[in-house]
């Protein structure tokens, strides 16, 4: 594959070049194949996480975490609901982060500060012409925004010449006693201009009347209405959500399918114009067919089976039966692996695509076996020991033969 090939298809988390974009994409990968969360399980005895197919394989070879070797069975599996969508978010808005990561950290932070920008250690003061006596100092302190309610926060000051002018509109701000010795030195005619906030004005009334209206709208739910289950907190139809909690309670947390819909397409218009702002549903909430997930696998106590009841039991799950047992056996572990993962999965594949998956795997292991395996040395020694004493002999002779005709040489 060539090198243009490998950058587009395999991803990493050095791709980013901000620190933390590298640690959330870390975050969002299993511990055992490091690519992302494929049907995320979590294990109860250690709150770690990982692929349902990974953490199952592994538990297989050990009843132990891959983490924190904490004890462990498939038992104490559970999906991770909310992570599969946040790693499902995260792929999918992955490529847009890293254009933007890129493009942040190509663009200098060298330009001057703008003359407009006032410094935090600047004083801006105004003169304040109150229309009444006895108008009060309001002091702002950019550094301290506690209000402590002291009596020395506001003072006096004295009527001015000119009542009818505007009074400039503040904001009441407090200060603590450490600042009072600042504002001391401040001319009485003088007032710290305050910060300028955004403010927002709420009507009460309003909020209300539209809380209650959409209280309102929310108690209609018909049939297709899009409701979440209290349980597993999946969104699905609420015409199957009283059969859906049953399974849910039960340990089955999959969508069951709904009845065919006979409702006409002006109904379903009127359904996306209730739901306020229009939201694209993501393929694992439409509704999909039904898929045969075919008989489910047991495990068994293989050293009390024979090979004919072996192969019976492969037969009965359409699973190949030939080789020795020692390969059924595998077939069979393998098959229960696939199944149980297949079966947590929101986009279950069919039983015969499961064994069309198990067959690829065992023969990908089949072609590791015949590869060139590393020699054992003694295996080595043992194979060419003939050869190796021949060559000692014919070596020795040899050494013999130019012994015997040095002598001559000096004569």
């Given at each position: 594959m060539s090198s243009l090939n490998m950058e587009d298809t395999i991803d990493d988390p050095s791709d980013f070049q901000s620190r933390s974009f590298q640690e959330l994409d870390e975050h969002f990968r299993c511990h055992i194949c490091k690519e992302f969360f494929d049907t995320t399980m979590i294990l109860t005895t250690c709150s770690h996480s990982f692929c349902a197919l990974c953490i199952r394989r592994s538990l297989n070879t050990?009843?132990?975490?891959p983490r924190c070797r904490t004890i462990a069975h498939e038992q104490n599996l559970i999906h991770n609901y909310d992570l599969d969508n946040a790693v499902t978010t995260w792929k999918a808005s992955r490529l847009?982060?890293?254009?933007?990561?890129?493009?942040?950290?190509?663009v200098t932070t060298c330009a001057p500060p703008h003359p407009n920008i006032v410094q935090p250690n600047t004083v801006q003061s105004t003169i304040v012409q109150p229309t009444a006596p006895?108008?009060?100092?309001?002091?702002?302190?950019?550094?301290?925004?506690?209000?402590?309610?002291?009596?020395?926060d506001f003072k006096p000051l004295p009527t001015l010449k000119h009542p009818t002018s505007s009074r400039i509109p503040t904001t009441r701000r407090s200060t603590r006693l450490s600042s009072q010795t600042k504002t001391d030195t401040l001319s009485p005619h003088f007032v710290e201009t305050p910060i300028e906030h955004d403010i927002e004005l709420i009507d009460l009334d309003s909020q209300e009347s539209s809380s209650s209206s959409s209280n309102k709208k929310e108690e209609v739910l018909t049939d297709l209405s899009i409701v979440e289950c209290p349980i597993c907190c999946q969104k699905m139809k609420y015409r199957v959500l009283n059969i859906h909690m049953d399974r849910c309670a039960n340990g089955d947390s999959r969508i069951p399918p709904s009845s065919p819909i006979h409702a006409s397409v002006s109904s379903m218009n009127t359904i996306h114009t209730m739901?306020?702002?229009?939201?694209?549903?993501?393929?694992?909430?439409?509704?999909?067919?039904?898929?045969?997930?075919?008989?489910?696998?047991?495990?068994?106590?293989?050293?009390?089976?024979?090979?004919?009841?072996?192969?019976?039991?492969?037969?009965?799950?359409?699973?190949?039966?030939?080789?020795?047992k020692a390969q059924k056996v595998w077939r069979h572990k393998e098959y229960i692996t696939l199944y149980n993962a297949n079966y947590d999965s929101d986009r279950p594949?069919?039983?015969?695509?499961?064994?069309?998956?198990?067959?690829?795997?065992?023969?990908?292991?089949?072609?590791?076996?015949?590869?060139?395996?590393?020699?054992?040395?003694?295996?080595?020694r043992e194979?060419?020991?003939?050869?190796?004493?021949?060559?000692?002999?014919?070596?020795?002779?040899?050494k013999l033969s130019t012994k015997g005709k040095e002598p001559n040489k000096h004569d």
């Open positions: 050990e009843q132990n975490c847009f982060l890293l254009n933007a990561d890129k493009s942040i950290h190509t006895n108008h009060v100092q309001i002091i702002n302190n950019d550094d301290n925004y506690d209000d402590d309610d002291l009596s020395n739901d306020a702002p229009k939201m694209q549903i993501p393929a694992a909430l439409k509704v999909q067919k039904p898929v045969n997930l075919g008989k489910k696998p047991n495990k068994l106590v293989y050293a009390m089976l024979s090979d004919k009841e072996l192969r019976t039991i492969l037969k009965d799950l359409n699973l190949p039966d030939y080789g020795d594949v069919s039983a015969p695509m499961l064994v069309q998956r198990l067959i690829a795997i065992e023969n990908a292991q089949a072609c590791d076996k015949n590869k060139r395996k590393a020699t054992d040395p003694n295996e080595h194979k060419y020991k003939s050869e190796f004493d021949l060559l000692i002999e014919s070596a020795k002779i040899r």
